[in-house]
């Protein structure tokens, strides 16, 4: 599983999709930076949203093209034979990939951190805005949650990797999970409310929501922005829950995957 992880690392770093992504982010931040000068009264809160928005999303696309270039295209050019001649598991391979793309995801998430807060402090220029963003604790937990959103969608990329024989599968799919993860709370939550007294809407859609959300977990729930941007502290007891049902859904993702592709014939 050691050397797994680190050849993924490896593979990760170099890959051209990292580099293409990453730059991406980079640029995010600076967008995010000029941003906060449309906001004459409350610049720094202005680019923090932006940089949080555009964060989260370039660690889920990062965490997809991740399993796109260490598992789906491995498999694609079978160059995972070589690897599975080792004397081990086949989930000892998935596992040290999974390992690899966690702490790939934190090294982007601890760079495009950085990187945010010095937008964000300078953002505004000398201009000091009535209610100041949190950019504490309170700026890295939003970060580590973006973060463990990305690993979710990861597993569940890896997860469709382990069984899928087309290599951009795991990327479409992945994708659309994400997606779906995060609209699933706002539409719950506009469903709960009434639907603006829309009941044709409510009878149609409610027994559907009620499946889906035991098939797919909230990731609106890890986003935690609101506690740097406005110091809005969360529902401890509801982040604990939220950490601990997406750190589950990811474990259960990648049993099944390993059972996949334990069972998953190469000729």
Sequence with gaps: MYDFMLSGLRSGLRGRSFQAVFVLGVLTIGLAYLSGFF???????????????????????????????????????????????????????????????????????????LLLLLAVTLAGGQYSQEFPVALGWPFWAAVLGFTLDAAVVGAFALCIAALSTVSALPLALGAAFA????????????????????????????????IIQWLLPDLSRLDWRDWA???????????????????????????????????????
Excluded at 85 to 93: H, I, L, S, W
Excluded at 229 to 238: G, H
């Design 39 to 113: 906001s004459p009264r409350q610049p720094q809160t202005v680019a923090l949203d932006v940089g949080f928005s555009g964060m989260r999303f370039c660690l889920v696309l990062l965490n997809l093209f991740w399993v796109q270039e260490l598992v789906a295209r491995e498999i694609d050019r079978r160059v995972i034979l070589f690897s599975l001649a080792y004397p081990v598991t086949r989930g000892a391979f998935l596992a040290g990939r999974f390992a690899a793309l966690l702490l790939l995801s934190l090294l982007a998430a601890l760079v495009l951190g």
């Design 179 to 210: 997606i779906a993860g995060k609209a699933l709370g706002a539409t719950v939550d506009y469903l709960s409310r009434g639907a603006d007294g829309d009941a044709d809407l409510l009878d149609r859609y409610n027994p559907l929501l009620t």
């Design 229 to 267: 941007l406005y110091r809005l502290a969360p529902d401890f007891a509801a982040l604990g829950g939220s950490v601990l049902v997406a750190v589950a859904y990811a474990g259960l993702l990648l049993l099944v995957a390993s059972h996949l592709f334990a069972k998953r014939e190469f000729s």
